[in-house]
């Protein structure tokens, strides 16, 4: 994200706008590498708020279209991460870095709200 400070924001609020684009993130965040295979489960899980043995083999293909053909090379482009679609492994790069503040950011907001929105005990 070699740009100015501006649009490198402008750039990142872009990149984390979508929720697949951060649930997957998020989960690299975590681990710093993934396979494909294990997250496509996590993500579609996280989305629908459900367990991840919920998740049907419909979702989990959707879920795959849409990360491989939109959200990994996106965010590929942007120096964020390296990934192998023969392997499956997703790995973050140093460019990472640059918007790990702002994910951070939009994690605790979704955690709060999740904590807010539980019903009475």
């Known amino acids: 994200m070699n740009q100015t400070n501006g649009s ?4 990142a ?10 649930f997957l993130l998020y989960q690299l965040a975590d681990d710093r590498t993934v396979n494909l295979e294990d997250v496509i489960t996590q993500v579609a899980a996280w989305e629908l708020d ?5 998740i049907d083999k419909e979702t989990r293909q959707r879920v795959y279209v ?4 939109n959200h990994l090379p996106r965010l590929a482009d942007y120096d964020i991460i390296e990934y192998d679609l023969r392997s499956g492994d997703i ?3 140093e460019g990472f870095e ?12 979704e955690e ?4 807010r929105e539980l019903p009475p005990l």
């Open 98 to 109: 640059d918007i790990k503040p702002l994910l951070e950011q939009f994690r605790q907001t």
């Open 91 to 93: 790995v973050l790069t």
């Open 66 to 69: 849409s990360l491989v053909h």
């Open 112 to 115: 709060e709200r999740e904590l």
């Open 13 to 22: 609020c872009s990149l984390l706008a979508e929720s697949e684009r951060r």
């Open 8 to 11: 490198r924001m402008e750039a």
């Open 50 to 54: 459900a367990h991840p043995e919920a």
